[in-house]
């Protein structure tokens, strides 16, 4: 490795470490206020709270190494710039794209290393903080015992306190309700004052009592006898408290394993592709039963028979006469006019006349007279045993409910299947951001020339929040199935990776493009062109 490359990669290594860990830090710090409620009044201890926030710190990292790398390589060219120390290098004859040569390889390393943790570290840690952050919000807070209210936090016990000393462990005129026993209130303590604390590891809370009296009601011998009751006085008088309640009990990883971001790739990867198989099971169910509902017209089906339609087929063999015509229920067709039942069949008729047999169209205005017995069998068709005139009204609603349920439970796994896909898509694209970001930072700091956490800090804000808007809304779209996953996915990167290049050709070029006096000249030339037209 030659000097130049040493130079420019401890130029680079520097800022990026510091400026990684400071974005890491302001977006836990934005991200656990979310959470403030749930640690406030619970007494959690430092190693907990350290746990806590090493864990959301990694589960940070994908949207920090790109920040961090885009601030960093602008800062890193801004100085080298400022100082002059990019001129000299080009004034040796060293190009741009060769200065970048190391950093391009280091970033690419760096991207490899970020797709791993996002593959495989990161979901770990979600599952662990997750976890322990659900463990947290079940922890009972600790006693806070408030001065004239009933505090209920200790199983089996009611409390309250008419007076709280400054010191938060002296109380004075103290009623203790004892209903463990789960018999009511028979068993009431009152004390002129309590001193409170907690003893072997905070496992138990004692209560100090002075100047008391308590009142028990116990249960009667005999069902015909009244119950004894006992009254005690005391000047001095201890009272024991379980706090096993109060403590904080892990749950079972294995329970959150099933969620999104505790999930690497191949495992998203397959979740999407059983959901997609459930899918074209749904849709096949719907194919299937649509027979059920609508016989009449696919009788030709014989996947799924319903008995309707075995009748039907049955009279098909069947002949009847009408006027010496003979008529096939075959050729029976049902019309909209359900207030006349016995005029609705009949459109064609086959008449035999001296064993000739002659097809022809009947109109229906001819027809005026039915044969019983085909009237009877055609009525069959539509009203067969035990289904009475409601049957026809309930099918059709029996069928857009099931057909709608079935539309519901698509859809839900249709934007399961987008969200699942989505964040397996990203595993790779915030890998591939630092690249990106590395090729809009490198060449835009060569240009503007300016260090230090001022002008850069600004430019990566802007682009920072032009990308977390694009991948917002592409996601947005991509769960709604608006747009297609893998473009909403990588939408960010494609759209702004030309940015990247034209900053690198500019840079290549020793292009004034943030310069005032450049703009400034250019504006003269316009008026002066301008002057010489008039």
Not at 263 to 282: F, T
């Amino acid at each position: 490795m030659k000097k130049i490359d040493k130079l420019i990669l401890r130029s680079f290594i520097g800022p990026f470490l510091i400026t990684f860990f400071v974005v890491v830090f302001i977006l836990l710090t934005q991200y656990m206020l979310k959470y403030f409620d749930d640690f406030v009044g619970k007494d959690l201890g430092f190693s907990v709270f350290a746990e806590l926030i090493a864990y959301f710190s990694i589960n940070m990292t994908p949207i920090a190494f790109p920040l961090a790398v885009l601030l960093s390589s602008l800062m890193t060219f801004g100085n080298l710039g400022e100082h002059f120390e990019l001129t000299a290098i080009k004034s040796a004859g060293i190009s741009l794209v060769r200065v970048l040569r190391p950093l391009f390889v280091f970033v690419v390393c760096l991207s490899a290393l970020v797709y791993y943790s996002n593959n495989f570290i990161v979901p770990k840690a979600n599952l662990e903080a997750y976890s322990l952050l659900y463990d947290i919000k079940q922890k009972k807070p600790s006693i806070d015992i408030k001065e004239g209210a009933f505090y209920g936090g200790i199983p089996g016990y009611s409390i309250k306190a008419n007076k709280k000393y400054d010191d938060d462990k002296s109380l004075g005129d103290l009623i203790i309700y004892n209903h463990s026993k789960k018999k009511g209130n028979t068993e009431i303590i009152l004390a002129d004052s309590a001193l409170m604390y907690t003893i072997l590891g905070d496992k138990y809370l004692v209560m100090e009592l002075f100047d008391g009296r308590s009142y028990t009601e116990q249960d009667p011998s005999k069902p015909d006898k009244p119950s004894n009751y006992i009254r005690n006085i005391f000047q001095h008088n201890k009272v024991v408290f379980s706090l096993a309640s109060f403590e904080m009990e892990r749950t079972d990883k294995e329970l959150f394993s099933s969620n999104r971001l505790m999930k690497n790739e191949a495992q998203l990867r397959n979740d999407v592709d059983s959901m997609q198989n459930d899918i074209i099971k749904s849709k096949r169910v719907i194919y299937r039963y649509t027979p059920r509902f609508f016989n009449l017209h696919m009788k030709e089906i014989d996947d799924i028979k319903p008995e309707s339609v075995a009748e039907w087929e049955e009279m098909k063999e069947d002949t009847v006469k009408v006027d010496s015509d003979s008529v096939k229920i075959d050729d029976i067709e049902p019309i909209e006019n359900q207030n006349r039942p016995k005029q609705k069949y009949l459109n064609k008729a086959i008449v035999n006349n001296n064993n000739t047999e002659e097809e022809k169209e009947v109109p229906k205005s001819v027809i005026t007279k039915y044969d019983s017995t085909l009237i009877a069998k055609a009525d069959s068709a539509f009203f067969s045993r035990n289904r009475g005139f409601n049957s026809i009204i309930d099918k059709p609603r029996f069928a857009k409910n099931r057909l709608k349920g079935e539309n519901t439970r698509i859809e839900r796994r249709e934007f399961e299947s987008n969200v699942y896909s989505i964040e397996a898509n990203k595993k790779l694209s915030d890998a591939v951001a630092c690249i990106v970001m590395f090729l809009i930072g490198a060449p835009l700091g060569a240009i503007i020339k300016k260090g230090g956490l001022g002008f850069p800090v600004i430019i990566s804000i802007i682009f920072f929040i032009v990308s977390y808007v694009i991948n917002t809304s592409g996601i947005k779209l991509g769960r709604a199935g608006d747009v297609n996953v893998f473009a909403a996915v990588w939408a960010s990167n494609v759209i702004l990776l030309p940015f990247g290049l034209f900053f690198l050709r500019q840079a290549r070029n020793d292009s004034r493009l943030f310069e005032v006096d450049y703009y400034a000249v250019k504006i003269a030339k316009i008026f002066k062109f301008f002057k010489r037209k008039k």
